[in-house]
């Protein structure tokens, strides 16, 4: 899989791709592409955004800085799907983290502060993706949660076996992940259920199913 992040900032995803499961995958599994709009903008002293029409706070990223990112790392439209990360996108849950998984290529756009003119949603981005309904300084943050999130879902992000059932995973019925304890058994009067100390793994999974359907 390969995913192509336009960015401002580069350099805050090294973190990142040091640690797992990116750091995992990265050169086999994932190859991870980074490009900064400032190094394809067609304005002058690497001006990527400006104020918006009508007045208000805050900056703006061009529609045209962004046309000419694509345009240099694509010849054209990508063929790829392309994601806008703003507040305003679908919610990302983990159903949708599966379906960008099986992908073969991804493209996600950023944005500071979020901001972006509403045509490269509209026309350029094939998809807009929210991570929660506020407002980040750091518009890469979503870019990484994402990024982060499919990469655990390519094989041999994680030790074998810790991510065959994840929270809100199709196979939980889309819920929250079962409760999960270790030793002590007992602590303070605080007890492990006894269906997880019975060894009866029939039971174990009855009862994990049953703990995520209530919710």
Same mark, same amino acid.
């Given at each position: 899989?390969? !995913?192509? *992040? ?12 040091? $640690? ?7 050169? +086999? =599994? /994932? ?15 690497? $001006? ?9 706070? +805050?900056? *703006? ?13 694509? +010849?054209?439209?990508? %063929? $790829? ?6 507040? %305003? +996108? ?7 983290? @599966? @379906? ?13 502060? @979020? ?13 807009? !993706?929210? !991570?929660?309904?506020?407002?980040? &300084? ?6 990484? *949660? *994402? ?10 992000? /994680? ?5 065959? /059932?994840? &929270? ?11 409760? $999960? ?12 259920? =006894?269906?997880?100390? &019975? ?17």
């Amino acid at each position: 899989m390969r !995913i192509d *992040v336009f960015t401002l900032v580069p350099h805050a995803f090294a973190w990142l791709t040091e $640690q797992r499961p990116l750091a995992s995958v990265l050169g +086999g =599994e /994932l190859e991870l592409r980074l490009f900064n709009y400032r190094d394809t903008t067609p304005l002058r002293g690497g $001006q990527v955004d400006d104020e918006p029409y009508g007045g208000g706070a +805050g900056m *703006v990223l061009r529609v045209d800085v962004v046309a000419a990112a694509l345009d240099a790392a694509y +010849g054209g439209a990508p %063929k $790829q799907p392309v994601i806008a990360l703003t507040p %305003k +996108g679908r919610p990302l849950t983990q159903a949708l983290v @599966e @379906e960008l998984a099986r992908e073969p290529a991804l493209t996600l756009l950023s944005s500071r502060f @979020e901001g972006f003119d509403e045509r490269i949603v509209q026309h350029l981005a094939t998809d807009a !993706i929210s !991570i929660g309904p506020y407002v980040l &300084s750091n518009g890469d943050l979503p870019a990484m *949660v *994402v990024l982060d999130a499919v990469a655990r879902r390519l094989p041999g992000a /994680l030790a074998e076996g810790s991510g065959e /059932l994840e &929270s809100f995973s199709e196979e939980l019925g889309g819920g929250l992940e079962y409760p $999960q304890y270790t030793r002590p058994a007992e602590f303070r009067g605080w007890k492990v259920p =006894e269906v997880l100390l &019975s060894g009866d793994h029939a039971r174990i999974e009855a009862w994990r199913r049953q703990m995520v359907a209530r919710g």
